[in-house]
């Protein structure tokens, strides 16, 4: 029985995704294989932004006031600090 999307670590789930890619990329699968590894290869695609998504909204910039005191923010995509 293959690991559920929880139990799958995204670095995990990047090398499985490599070695799809370079399955795919070999020549070597024939039609209805390379369907199956295509379809596998974006479930784990999505796994690895639902992963990244998670860990961005964990993230906290620190930023310093005016003042000199350190305080932390959310982080924010398209924050240009």
Known sequence: ????????????AMKQLEEM??????????????????EKGMS???ICQKKLEGAET???QL?????GRLVTESFRVGDES
């Open 63 to 67: 930023i310093e006031t005016k003042e």
């Open 21 to 38: 890619v370079d399955s795919l990329e070999s020549g070597a699968l024939g039609l209805e294989e390379s369907l199956e590894a295509f």
């Open 1 to 12: 029985m293959g690991k559920t999307e929880e139990d799958i670590s995204f670095e995990e």
């Open 44 to 46: 784990l695609v999505r």
């Open 58 to 60: 964990k993230i906290a």
